[in-house]
Each structure stands twice: as structure tokens, then as C-alpha cells.
């Protein structure tokens, strides 16, 4: 009893004594090798081991740099905390703050009900109406956010259809047990055929009970899947690809070159990668749910039409848009398009009416997200005015919604209230994810650190044996594993911890540093086997439709699809558009000084350190 008490104990006071334990143990690393690389590596397994256990908050790990640099002399204070506020982290934000807004008027739902409301009433089509918009919000809002936000949705169309099968076998027990009492003289003659149909009756409950929990299954994993996916398409989708984009950055002006990717080039890359895998999650969770029957003619099912009753239902509950939905679509609708003319890059953009590499995508992110806070979320009173005699000259025809006219009187009374903006920020400052803001600075900043301090270059050096494989090899492996890793650990920490590695490798390879980084980044979004490994998987999993195993057995298939079309996609079309067959020349002299070098990884750390290092280093090819 002592000893369960005692282990108790430790288990609760975990983040304290591992807070404590840990850098202690790791502290004969810089101790013993007094140079750069090692204090740089002591940071970096002490940072990551708060990351992946999170032993503490992830955005209280990603301000650890901010002392532990300066105080181990791998970087100054002023620039570690420079590096905390780049050009990408304020693209991110100015989209976090448009996704704000469109939650706050619930823009959102309103196309989540509408989709849902457009499709047929077969499962296959449902299921793809809860898909549509999980995958099209999260490629521009958090995957956090519009899992959330469909979840209700799907959990309601989930009980509409087991409440009216359950309606239906009520009534159907009822019309038989009148049927049954209705002549009581051949009761007793037909008893044993009336047991055998109870039995029947109980026998087809069972497998619809047991067809309805596969149902559900496939419902709530679609939407976990689709999410994630969805943040592959676009820059903004995820953390992982805008923490890609500032490390890429960064490489590239270290050998004096510009990063090729932007918002628009991005899109070359992952949405068609999302789309396929969008396709490929719609035909598998058919197959994962109904087996060979998904291929079969469904029949006519009337909880099906019920649950369209009840979406049609609840889609008129929001009445007609309002002044403020649309205010916040027409923005969001500009934020994109300026996004993609900045520098599409076969045609002249909109970027080139300003000074060369002043503007970036982040500016007309955060030019947006400030011009919502000025926009007003009601229409001014003579807009109304115009609109209110528009209205009457129309007569009925001005609405088929039955809520329309109350809006329209609503909206003319609240012409005399105060002038409010569509955001607040008291509105903004609950909504944001700031801990996210603060893992992306904390990783440029780790990425910054590993780079200044020679750690990058040791780490990548160990790893030049594998120049013997074939460069698409060596990306789907360095894909494999990563997608493995994201699975225990955070997407925005895993990308951090390996992209830079994978873009160093590339270098020392004589490979396209894209080749390595762009599918690292993308395999960090592949997380579809535990409830850990996205927040989207947490929420679904909480719903009690799901088990561990039926999310393993769901994801694992989506894992090798995933990993072969985007190894596929690496190989094919994305080598020929961004020319990634041949590593450019503002890489070449470095490529070639570190190949043509005898010197291994530890005679390079020898010019660095009195004590020496003795490690054990396979050596160059």
C-alpha cells in the first residue's frame, strides 16, 4: 500500500521531479565536450524531450530558447528573441485572425449545413457532405477548430438516423403484436411461428445495431481524416507548412538565394496531393465501413430522409445571411485571391507594383485581418433604408425563407445601435491560438540555434551514408519515419526537430534541399492511427463512437496510401515544376566542398574544443 501511495505520488509530481531530473542528467553532455555543437545538442534533447512528453504546455517548452541559448553562448538574447517574430509566423497570424472572424458569425456552419443539405441521402453521400467542408475549412482555418465545429453536426445526423430506425422498429412491433392479438383462437396455433419471427425480428435488430455502429465509425473517422488532410492544400492549413516556409526561407538566405515557395507555388504542391488523398479517404472509409456491399446499389433508407429533413431544418434556423457573413466572405474570398496574383509565377503579380522583396504574402494577411477590425458588422442605416423599400417594392418574392422578414426588422433596429466592427479584441484574443504562435517562434528559434551553432551540419554529416541510394529513396524513408514520429509527437515539433535536418542532408548530397523538405513537411500531416497524434483525432475519439483498434485498422491503409501518393507526387509532376532533378547553383560550392572533404563530422568539432570529442562517426562517403 506504501509503495502504490509513494508511486502514485511521483506519477502526480511527474512534471516537477522530470523538469528537474532530466537537465541534470543531460548536463556531462556540454561538461565533457566544451564546444558548440554539444551545448547546442544539449538544448536541443532537453527542448525535445519537454516537446514529446509535454511534461509541460508546448507553447511554455517553445520559450525555452529564449535562456537557454544565451546562457550556453550558442546565441545572443536579441537574436534569439528576433527569431520568434518572422515574416511566416506573421502570415499565420493574419490567417488565424480571418479564421476568428469566420467563426465568430459562424460563416462556417452556414457552409457545413449547406453542403450537407445539397448532397443525396445514400451513406456514401452523406458521408461525403460531412468530408467536403471538414477538408475545404481546414485548408484555411485551424483543423482543430472545423473538427470541432462538424462534430456536433455529425454526432446530431448520427442519432436523427438511430432514433427514427429505432421509431420504426417501435412501430413495427406494434403493428405485429395487433396483429397477433386480433384473433386469439389461432393464437396458440401459431405460436411457434410467432417465436420464430420474434427471433428473426431480434436477429435483424442485431445486425442493424451492429451496421449503424459501422456507420458511425466511418462517419466520425472521416472527419478526423479529412481535416487533417485538408491543411495539407494551402500554406496557412497547418502549422507544420508555415514552419516549413520559414525554415526553407532560412536555408536560402544563408547561401544568398530566395525561397521558391510561396502561397500560390504551394498550392502547385499540395492541392492536388490533398485532393487525391481526399478522393482516396472517401472510396476507403466506403470499404473500411460496408466492405464489398459499398460497391452494391443501396436501398432506399427512411432515416436517411429524415436526416435531410433535419439539416434542411436546421439550415433555415440560420435564416439568410447576414451583413456581417457577408462582410467576413468577401474578405476571406480578397485574402485568397491576393494570395495567389502576389507571385503566381507564370504570369506577372500584383507583388511587382512595389519595391523587389518588400511585400510577402503576410502582407495582405495582416492588411486583412486589421481591415476587420474597422468594418462595421451591421449595414448602415441608409443601406437599410434602400433596402427596406427595395423589399417592399418586391412584395414576398424578396425571401423564401420564413425567417427573413424577422431578420430584416431585426436588422432595422439594430441600424440604431452603436457602431460595432466585425472583430473585437476581446473576440480575437479568446479565439487565437496563441500557444501555437509561440511552438512556431520557438522552433524558428531552435532552427536558428542548431544553424549558428554547427549542430545541423554534425547531425546531417552522420547521415551522409546513405548517398549511396537513389534520392526518391531516401525521401520516402525520411517520410516513413516521420510519419511514424508525428504519430507520438507534435506535427509543429516534429517539423521543427528534422525538417532543417533533411534540408542540411540534401545539401552534403548534392540533392535538391526541396527533394528532402517538402515531403518531410507534408508527412507530418499524416497522422490517422492514434488518438494523440492530431487534436482532430482526440475529438473524435472522445465521442465514444471509437476505439484504439478501430482507428488503427482505419488508419494504417490511409498511412501507405498517404505516404505512396505523396512519394509519387514528389517524383513526377512536383521534380518537373520546381526543377528539384538538379540542385541549384547557389548550393553547388557548399554541396561539393562537403562531399570533396576527407574530413569527417568529428574533425570538424576537433577545430572547436579543447577537450576533443570521441564519438563514434561512420565517416563520409
Same mark, same amino acid.
Given at each position: 500500500m506504501g509503495l502504490r501511495h509513494w508511486l502514485k505520488g511521483c506519477w502526480l509530481y511527474r512534471s516537477l521531479w522530470l523538469s528537474i531530473l532530466v537537465p541534470l542528467l543531460l548536463a556531462p553532455l556540454p561538461y565533457y565536450h566544451p564546444n558548440s555543437v554539444a551545448r547546442a545538442g544539449y538544448c536541443v534533447?532537453?527542448?525535445?524531450?519537454? =516537446?514529446?512528453?509535454?511534461?509541460?504546455?508546448?507553447?511554455?517548452?517553445?520559450?525555452?530558447?529564449?535562456?537557454?541559448?544565451?546562457?550556453?553562448?550558442?546565441? !545572443?538574447?536579441?537574436?534569439?528573441?528576433?527569431?520568434?517574430? %518572422?515574416?511566416?509566423?506573421?502570415?499565420?497570424?493574419?490567417?488565424?485572425?480571418?479564421?476568428?472572424?469566420?467563426e465568430r458569425w459562424n460563416l462556417h456552419k452556414r457552409l457545413a449545413l449547406r453542403t450537407l443539405t445539397l448532397v443525396g441521402t445514400q451513406p456514401r453521400w452523406l458521408m461525403l457532405g460531412i468530408m467536403l467542408p471538414c477538408w475545404f475549412l481546414s485548408m484555411w482555418m485551424s483543423n482543430t477548430a472545423t473538427c470541432a465545429m462538424m462534430m456536433p453536426i455529425?454526432?446530431?445526423?448520427?442519432?436523427?438516423? /438511430?432514433?427514427?430506425?429505432?421509431?420504426?422498429?417501435?412501430?413495427?412491433?406494434?403493428?405485429?403484436?395487433?396483429? %397477433?392479438? $386480433?384473433?386469439?383462437?389461432?393464437?396458440?396455433?401459431?405460436?411457434?411461428?410467432?417465436?420464430?419471427?420474434?427471433?428473426?425480428?431480434?436477429?435483424?435488430?442485431?445486425?442493424?445495431? %451492429?451496421?449503424?455502429?459501422?456507420?458511425?465509425?466511418?462517419?466520425?473517422?472521416?472527419?478526423a481524416y479529412s481535416a487533417n488532410i485538408g491543411g495539407i492544400a494551402t500554406l496557412t492549413g497547418t502549422p507544420s507548412n508555415i514552419i516549413f516556409k520559414g525554415l526553407?526561407? +532560412?536555408?536560402?538566405?544563408?547561401?544568398?538565394?530566395?525561397?521558391?515557395?510561396?502561397?500560390?507555388? =504551394?498550392?502547385?504542391?499540395?492541392?492536388?496531393? !490533398?485532393?487525391?488523398?481526399?478522393?482516396?479517404? =472517401? +472510396? =476507403?472509409?466506403?470499404?473500411?465501413?460496408? +466492405?464489398?456491399?459499398?460497391? /452494391?446499389?443501396?436501398?432506399?433508407?427512411? !432515416?436517411?430522409?429524415?436526416?435531410?429533413?433535419?439539416?434542411w431544418a436546421e439550415y433555415r434556423k440560420m435564416g439568410s445571411m447576414t451583413f456581417a457573413e457577408g462582410v467576413v466572405l468577401v474578405n476571406f474570398i480578397t485574402l485568397a485571391l491576393l494570395w495567389v496574383t502576389r507571385s503566381p509565377g507564370f504570369i506577372p503579380g500584383w507583388g511587382l507594383l512595389f519595391e523587389k522583396g518588400f511585400? %510577402?504574402? @503576410?502582407?495582405?494577411?495582416?492588411?486583412?485581418?486589421?481591415?476587420?477590425?474597422?468594418?462595421?458588422?451591421?449595414?448602415?442605416?441608409?443601406?437599410?433604408?434602400? /433596402?427596406?423599400?427595395?423589399?417592399? /417594392?418586391? $412584395?414576398?418574392?424578396?425571401?423564401?425563407?420564413?425567417?427573413?422578414?424577422?431578420?430584416?426588422?431585426?436588422?432595422?433596429?439594430?441600424?440604431?445601435l452603436p457602431y460595432q466592427p466585425i472583430l473585437t479584441w476581446k473576440a480575437v484574443n479568446e479565439k487565437l491560438a496563441w500557444g501555437v504562435l509561440l511552438l512556431m517562434g520557438g522552433g524558428f528559434a531552435l532552427a536558428d540555434g542548431c544553424q549558428a551553432s554547427g549542430l545541423s551540419q554534425w547531425m546531417s554529416g552522420h547521415l551522409e551514408g546513405v548517398a549511396q541510394l537513389s534520392p526518391w529513396l531516401i525521401a520516402l524513408i525520411l517520410s516513413t519515419f516521420i510519419a511514424l514520429a508525428t504519430e507520438m509527437t507534435s506535427n509543429a515539433a516534429t517539423t521543427t526537430l528534422f525538417v532543417p535536418i533533411a534540408g542540411d542532408l540534401a545539401v552534403k548530397l548534392g540533392v535538391h534541399p526541396l527533394m528532402f523538405m517538402v515531403p518531410c513537411t507534408v508527412a507530418t500531416s499524416l497522422a490517422f492511427l492514434l488518438p494523440v497524434a492530431t487534436p482532430p483525432n482526440a475529438i473524435v475519439f472522445a465521442s465514444g463512437y471509437l476505439r484504439v483498434k478501430d482507428m488503427v485498422l482505419g488508419g494504417i491503409p490511409m498511412n501507405i496510401i498517404s505516404l505512396v501518393v505523396l512519394n509519387v507526387a514528389i517524383n513526377t509532376y512536383i521534380v518537373s515544376a520546381f526543377d528539384l532533378s538538379q540542385l541549384?547553383?547557389?548550393?553547388?560550392?557548399?554541396?561539393?566542398?562537403?562531399?570533396?572533404?576527407? @574530413?569527417?563530422?568529428?574533425?570538424?568539432?576537433?577545430?572547436?574544443?579543447?577537450? $576533443?570529442?570521441?564519438?563514434?562517426?561512420t565517416g563520409s562517403p
Open positions: 534533447i532537453v527542448i525535445a524531450f519537454f =516537446w514529446m512528453t509535454e511534461i509541460l504546455p508546448l507553447a511554455v517548452t517553445s520559450l525555452f530558447p529564449v535562456f537557454l541559448f544565451p546562457m550556453f553562448g550558442i546565441m !545572443s538574447a536579441k537574436d534569439v528573441c528576433s527569431s520568434y517574430v %518572422k515574416d511566416t509566423l506573421m502570415l499565420f497570424l493574419g490567417s488565424l485572425v480571418v479564421a476568428v472572424a469566420v455529425v454526432t446530431a445526423i448520427l442519432t436523427q438516423i /438511430r432514433n427514427t430506425r429505432r421509431a420504426q422498429r417501435r412501430a413495427a412491433r406494434a403493428t405485429s403484436s395487433l396483429m %397477433k392479438h $386480433g384473433d386469439s383462437g389461432r393464437q396458440e396455433e401459431n405460436g411457434d411461428i410467432e417465436l420464430e419471427a420474434t427471433r428473426r425480428a431480434e436477429d435483424d435488430e442485431a445486425a442493424e445495431d %451492429k451496421e449503424f455502429d459501422s456507420l458511425a465509425k466511418v462517419f466520425i473517422l472521416c472527419t526553407a526561407d +532560412g536555408l536560402y538566405q544563408e547561401h544568398g538565394g530566395t525561397n521558391p515557395i510561396n502561397f500560390a507555388s =504551394w498550392l502547385l504542391i499540395g492541392m492536388p496531393v !490533398s485532393f487525391i488523398l481526399f478522393l482516396c479517404l =472517401w +472510396g =476507403w472509409m466506403q470499404l473500411y465501413g460496408e +466492405g464489398l456491399r459499398c460497391f /452494391r446499389c443501396v436501398t432506399k433508407d427512411s !432515416s436517411f430522409d429524415s436526416v435531410k429533413e433535419a439539416l511585400v %510577402k504574402d @503576410s502582407t495582405p494577411a495582416v492588411l486583412i485581418a486589421c481591415v476587420l477590425f474597422v468594418l462595421p458588422s451591421r449595414a448602415p442605416h441608409c443601406l437599410l433604408s434602400c /433596402r427596406g423599400k427595395s423589399a417592399g /417594392r418586391a $412584395g414576398e418574392k424578396t425571401s423564401l425563407l420564413p425567417q427573413a422578414d424577422g431578420n430584416e426588422s431585426l436588422a432595422l433596429a439594430a441600424s440604431h541549384p547553383d547557389l548550393f553547388k560550392v557548399n554541396a561539393s566542398s562537403s562531399l570533396s572533404s576527407s @574530413s569527417s563530422p568529428l574533425e570538424y568539432l576537433a577545430g572547436t574544443t579543447s577537450g $576533443g570529442l570521441v564519438l563514434n562517426v
